[in-house]
């Protein structure tokens, strides 16, 4: 089974530090992604990533970045934490390029931004 | 653009009801679609899918038509369980690898 796994399941931050969050998958997949989940809005991706070192933006970039030097791991940073921020992270990695192709996802990081 | 539209929830059914969830999409080529649930404390996990018009996703006893007429992958299972309770997601491909997903919808179901 593929397994996502993402660094932390509860995060508290201050306004203004840096946050990172990290996502390492099992499955020597190509792709990965992040998404923020807010209630009443659903999911939103934020950036993702088809190979190493390269990286696309999402729908919802601003105010974040992404890094990705291993093929495993991809991380999501908050360069400068606001309190509009605050949310759930799903991290997701999937294979492939086709239009069929599935998500995993891991079990998401709760930050909480003050 | 490419979106999906879900019913709002929550739902709220007695175990052993039929269960309907509503999507609908817009019908901008020729997307597959998926149903992916969201279990308690948990992240997504896929569901059903299913990749061209007529085709039927169906998994553990939940099942969707694609519906090219009506660009409708409606969720129904004929009888819910309280093990059933989750948020569902209805979602399509955006023309590659990328889905577009909806806003989901919350299931409760009560003993």
């Known amino acids: 089974d593929v397994k996502v796994t993402q660094s932390s399941r509860y995060l508290v931050k201050r306004t203004g530090e840096k946050v990172f969050l990290e996502c390492v998958q099992d499955?020597?997949?190509?792709?990965m992604f992040w998404y923020r989940q807010d209630p009443g809005l659903g999911l939103r991706l934020i950036y993702f990533s088809y190979d190493v070192k390269m990286k696309e933006k999402g729908d919802i970039p601003e105010g974040y970045s992404v890094s990705r030097e291993k093929k495993e791991r991809f991380s999501l940073i908050l360069e400068s934490a606001s309190t509009n921020q605050t949310s759930m992270y799903l991290c997701?990695?999937?294979?492939?390029?086709?239009?069929?192709?599935?998500?995993?996802f891991g079990p998401g990081t709760r930050l909480l931004v003050l | 653009g490419d979106s999906v539209t879900q019913m709002e929830g929550p739902v709220t059914l007695s175990e052993e009801a039929f269960l309907t969830i509503n999507c609908t999409y817009t019908a901008t080529g020729y997307p597959s679609l998926f149903w992916y649930v969201q279990y308690p404390g948990e992240g997504l996990q896929l569901l059903l899918k299913a990749t061209k018009a007529d085709d039927k996703g169906s998994n553990k006893g939940f099942e969707a038509t694609y519906r090219k007429e009506t660009t409708s992958f409606h969720l129904e299972k004929g009888s819910v369980q309280v093990s059933d309770s989750a948020v569902y997601f209805c979602?399509?491909?955006?023309?590659?690898?990328?889905?577009?997903f909806g806003r989901g919808t919350s299931l409760i179901v009560h003993p």
């Open positions: 499955m020597d997949h190509e792709n």
């Open positions: 979602a399509r491909s955006r023309g590659s690898y990328i889905p577009t």
């Open positions: 997701a990695s999937s294979t492939g390029t086709g239009e069929q192709e599935t998500q995993y």
